[in-house]
């Protein structure tokens, strides 16, 4: 059985971060990397020959990237993110009354973000941020399974974003992000396992994106 350690992506930061204070003449500008554990949550409704399959139980595995991306603060308490990543592969199954279907193809997504993030800090502790965005996540590639000429569009939808950051220097900080993606799109393919009848699906992606981040801070020279 495998085990689950992204628990521990919000763990370690606690070790390392004290509460940020204003240093010299900072730029708005912001760069950041990290490890990014995703846990894949979809949904989807399948129609082979377009006809829907009562019930919408499909699964996929956690994966593991990287993440990297950029923060412009706009005033003291709002700051745009832009977030990207590495694609990571997953395969995507079946169950309930396709489950005999198996692996019905493999997908790698590289999920981004763009959000808007207000801080809310309290006297003695470390800074607190959260806020909406935007999700697009590319599909930059697809593999046969069950189902061949496996194909699947680009994702779009919300995402909800928070975490806490504290500077582990003057010019960088170490946090822990957490990000909630809603995204829709759909796929289509011939399932092999009912005669290679034409086969469609409606998928749901809502991902859970927790990252452990590295930032370094630009000046004003």
């Not at 390392?16 to 760069?31: A, I, M, Q």
């Not at 846990?39 to 139980?57: F, H, Q, T």
């Not at 469609?200 to 590295?214: E, G, K, N, W, Y």
Request: proline fraction near 7%.
């Amino acid at each position: 059985m495998r085990k689950d350690y992204g628990w521990a992506f919000f763990a370690l930061p606690a070790i390392f971060l004290t509460p940020t204070s204003t240093k010299g003449e900072e730029s708005r500008w912001s760069v950041f990397g990290g490890a990014a554990h995703i846990r894949l949550i979809p949904d989807a409704k399948a129609y082979p020959n377009g006809s829907a399959v009562p019930d919408r139980n499909t699964t996929a595995s956690s994966n593991n990237s990287i993440s990297f991306g950029v923060n412009y603060d706009s005033d003291p308490y709002w700051t745009a993110r832009l977030a990207l990543g590495f694609p990571p592969m997953t395969p995507l199954r079946r169950t309930g009354k396709l489950a005999e279907a198996g692996i019905l193809g493999e997908v790698s997504y590289g999920p981004a973000a763009l959000s808007v993030t207000r801080y809310q800090t309290k006297p003695g502790g470390l800074p607190q941020y959260a806020g909406p965005g935007t999700n697009y996540t590319l599909i930059t590639d697809t593999k046969d399974g069950s189902i061949a000429d496996f194909k699947v569009d680009d994702a779009y939808g919300s995402v909800l974003q928070a975490g806490i950051e504290g500077e582990t220097g003057r010019e960088y900080s170490l946090f822990p992000d957490v990000k909630k993606v809603y995204a829709e799109t759909s796929a289509t393919g011939s399932l092999q396992a009912m005669g290679d009848a034409n086969a469609s699906a409606d998928i749901q992606f809502v991902p859970l994106i927790m990252i452990l981040r590295a930032s370094k801070r630009f000046w004003v020279l």
